[in-house]
């Protein structure tokens, strides 16, 4: 019997879509059109024409990410950690016939109230790929995700992505920069400064008065800030999560690099899975009980 479906990574900001057929690959296509950027269309309108040629009747679509949000096609209720891994995909949400979207998942309690959408699928294939007790997913909101081989018990998210972008871009940090370039050195240098002093916040003032002072490379400032951020980051969670023997980075190869020099220079090993493979190994897990 074949098995063919469509899987969908549906964030605020782009798309990703994949088509498979018996677990290859067929063909895969990106779009702009983020559930943010709908530009008036309606989320069916736009998978239509992502999709086009691909789908029929009969094949079943899988999405994950913000397309189950408020802002998206159809909310995907949170499912409250600790949960089973099997339970994310026995929990869809359905928007139309063969169309379902997969549920997010929340932690709340007094001290963390937390909420993820797409990386739950990443965390599926991340434990059948790479099992691990405790997965580092890096991007623009990094989750630090406590699981074992049958449930997810609690993640935190540090918006380290995110605070570089708006210092960089939006802060007097950044204001006035010329075009950054790429530096191992001031990126180490940041970084074996955010992993001594993970307090950052009284450092960040310091990285504009560094190159205002001439003490740092103006076109550096990018990676700097990088290391110093990724190194704070690194150092509070590893103590926060001290008992975590085995860890599974999940990422793309770049943002990886970083995060394996922040954990080597501690003396912590780390597995590496590739983000996009992560997903589609998650999504698949999900899309085979679906499509039979």
């Known amino acids: 019997m074949t098995t063919r479906y469509i899987a969908i990574d549906w964030g605020s900001t782009n798309l990703r879509a ?8 067929l063909e895969s296509r990106h779009s702009e059109a983020g559930v943010t950027r709908l530009n008036g269309r309606s989320p069916e309108a736009v998978l239509a024409e992502v999709t086009e ?10 999405m994950a990410g913000m397309v189950g949000s408020n802002a998206g096609w159809k909310i995907a ?20 016939e063969r169309v ?7 932690v709340s309690s007094d001290d963390n109230h937390n909420v993820m959408r797409g990386e739950e699928t990443q965390l599926l294939g991340a434990s059948e790929l790479a099992p691990a007790a405790l997965y580092v997913m890096p991007g623009t909101h990094c989750k630090w995700v406590e699981a074992d081989e049958h449930q997810i018990r609690d993640f935190r998210t540090v918006m380290t992505g995110e ?18 370039t790429a530096s191992d050195d001031a990126f180490d240098a940041g970084l074996t400064r955010g992993l001594a ?65 922040a954990f ?16 589609q190994a998650g999504i698949r897990r999900i899309a085979h009980a679906v499509a039979n």
Not at 100 to 106: A, M, R, S, T
Not at 264 to 279: E, Q
């Open 100 to 106: 379902w979207i997969i549920p997010g998942l929340c």
């Open 197 to 261: 002093s993970p307090e950052i916040l009284p450092q960040l003032f310091e990285v504009r008065a560094a190159h205002v002072l001439g003490a740092l490379a103006r076109e550096q400032v990018s990676e700097f800030l990088s290391g110093l951020l990724i190194g704070g980051e690194v150092a509070t969670m590893n103590a926060r999560f001290a008992g975590s023997q085995a860890i599974t980075l999940v990422a793309s190869p770049s943002l990886s690099a970083r995060y394996q020099r």
């Open 18 to 25: 994949w088509h498979f057929q018996d677990g290859v690959c």
């Open 53 to 62: 040629g691909w789908s029929s009747d009969t094949t079943p679509v899988v």
């Open 77 to 96: 209720p949170y499912l409250p950690c600790p949960t089973s891994l099997d339970g994310i995909g026995e929990q869809l949400t359905q928007v139309k």
């Open 264 to 279: 080597r220079a501690i003396g912590r090993a780390v597995n590496t899975l590739d983000g996009d493979t992560a997903f």
């Open 163 to 180: 605070l570089h972008h708006l210092l960089l871009r939006h802060s007097l940090v950044g204001a006035g920069l010329p075009e950054q």
